[in-house]
């Protein structure tokens, strides 16, 4: 079963910095394009960042060149560094697998999400 469990979050101010964590399960960790999601409030989620399995990466472009998706393969684990933080990234953030296999899995009646994690940020 797939077990997502993200971390990091918290409040901080517009410029500031953050660092959040995925711990995936080994299923869809090891065979997929992991991605970060957000969701702010009376908004759709929206897909943040993409990284491959060997490490190809690409962003939306409202967080292009101030955030970057990073994954450790040996410790299952996706992180999310954001800089320069504004008040629009304010958000609930979530981890998964890329939209794709996000659409296979909701067919065949396994998509789980995570609890996500909250970033504020002030102004």
């Known amino acids: 079963q797939v077990q997502l469990v993200e971390s990091g979050g918290g409040l901080v101010q517009a410029g500031g910095s953050l660092r959040l964590s995925c711990a995936a399960s080994?299923?869809?960790?090891?065979?997929?394009?992991m991605a970060w999601y957000r969701q702010a409030l009376g908004k759709q989620r929206e897909l943040v960042a993409t990284?491959?399995?060997?490490?190809?990466?690409n962003y939306a472009d409202s967080v292009k060149g101030r955030f970057t998706i990073s994954r450790d393969n040996a410790k299952n684990t996706v992180y999310l560094q954001m800089n320069s933080l504004e008040a629009e990234d304010t958000a609930t953030y979530y981890c998964?697998?890329?939209?794709?296999?996000?659409?296979?899995?909701?067919?065949?009646?396994?998509?789980?999400w995570g609890q996500g994690t909250q970033v504020t940020v002030s102004s």
């Open positions: 998964n697998a890329d939209p794709e296999t996000i659409g296979t899995m909701y067919v065949e009646g396994n998509l789980r």
């Open positions: 080994g299923s869809i960790f090891s065979f997929n394009t």
């Open positions: 990284i491959t399995t060997g490490g190809r990466t």
